[in-house]
């Protein structure tokens, strides 16, 4: 079964930065032929999604997110980043990444990585 692969989660404080990556299980498919997302969920909430990088690499990103994280690939490592600078006790949440069909059709989704920023 594939799914993605989340890492780089943790606890940090409001203002620092963390960078999240995500990889396909047993490398099932390529990200470079994709058009990937990063989603969140935090407590209580329905899971969003926060910025997404198309196969063509067009990028966009939540409005609560612009101007602080951004998403890239490495195509030679198959992986996916989301680097977040200036973090908000609101960015709290399980982050997801996922191919934009397979969130969709909700398939491929794997364990997640938590993500905590907290004094």
């Known amino acids: 079964q594939v799914q993605l692969e989340e890492s780089g989660g943790g606890l940090v404080q409001p203002g620092g930065s963390l960078t999240l990556s995500c990889a396909p299980s047993?490398?099932?498919?390529?990200?470079?032929?994709?058009?990937m997302g990063w989603y969140r969920q935090a407590p209580g909430r329905e899971r969003e999604r926060v910025a997404f990088?198309?196969?063509?690499?067009?990028?966009d990103y939540v409005d609560s997110v612009k101007g602080r994280f951004t998403i890239s690939r490495d195509n030679a490592k198959n992986t996916v980043y989301l680097q977040m600078n200036s973090l908000k006790p609101e960015d709290t949440a399980v982050y997801y990444c996922?191919?934009?069909?397979?969130?969709?059709?909700?398939?491929?989704w794997g364990q997640g990585t938590q993500v905590t920023v907290s004094s």
């Open positions: 990088i198309r196969s063509n690499g067009r990028r």
């Open positions: 996922n191919t934009l069909t397979g969130a969709a059709v909700n398939v491929y």
């Open positions: 047993r490398n099932a498919f390529s990200i470079h032929d994709s058009d």
